[in-house]
């Protein structure tokens, strides 16, 4: 049992994490994001926490910077993400389409929002490693917001997920080591 409501934004998403675990969910239905369902994931950040659980796109990153918002300091927000391979049927992207395991991985693996960090990730980062401004970048980003449990991104939005969702540097330079 997930102790945490899980918003992911349509009915297919809850059917599918519903058959993964055992949580409470809503749906955010797409960008429309209700009053009603605001106020409930206003109300369940401090009584249980909320994990943010959206398709790999940028609509699904739209809502999650919406859903943060509205959770702000009242309680913890948790990112899950199940990478975009894992979730594609066909040309259709989604959470609907990831299997049991690859969602109890996501969920398993979901990081914290943290507010302020003293040891920032930096450009100088992704370039010591490769992950930005060469040949094969978006290959190594991929594997490790993969690795990390991140999702992927460009450049800026690994920066910021590393730096916001409190990865420690040694899992970092371990991970990108691994490529």
């Given at each position: 049992m997930i102790r945490e409501l899980i918003v992911v934004e349509g009915v297919h998403d809850i059917s599918a994490v519903r058959q993964a675990v055992d949580a409470e969910c809503v749906?955010?239905?797409?960008?429309?994001?209700?009053?009603?369902?605001?106020?409930?994931?206003?109300?369940?950040?401090?009584?249980?926490?909320?994990?943010?659980?959206?398709?790999?796109?940028?609509?699904?990153?739209?809502?999650?910077?919406?859903?943060?918002?509205?959770?702000?300091?009242?309680?913890?927000?948790?990112?899950?993400?199940?990478?975009?391979?894992l979730c594609t049927r066909g040309a259709d992207v989604g959470i609907e389409n990831?299997?049991?395991?690859?969602?109890?991985?996501?969920?398993?693996?979901?990081?914290?929002?943290?507010?302020?960090?003293?040891?920032r990730f930096e450009v100088a980062d992704l370039l010591r490693h490769g992950l930005q401004g060469c040949a094969g970048a978006v290959d190594r980003r991929r594997r490790l917001g993969a690795a990390l449990g991140v999702g992927f991104?460009?450049?800026?939005?690994?920066?910021?997920?590393?730096?916001?969702?409190?990865?420690?540097?040694s899992a970092f330079e371990s991970a990108a080591a691994a490529l």
């Open positions: 749906a955010t239905v797409g960008h429309a994001l209700p009053p009603h369902v605001a106020e409930l994931i206003r109300l369940a950040a401090p009584r249980c926490g909320v994990v943010v659980l959206t398709d790999p796109d940028h609509a699904g990153e739209q809502i999650r910077r919406r859903v943060e918002a509205l959770v702000g300091g009242r309680g913890p927000c948790k990112h899950a993400y199940v990478p975009r391979e990831a299997s049991p395991a690859a969602i109890r991985e996501a969920l398993a693996a979901a990081h914290a929002v943290v507010e302020e960090r003293i040891d991104g460009n450049s800026r939005q690994l920066l910021r997920r590393l730096n916001r969702l409190g990865i420690e540097r």
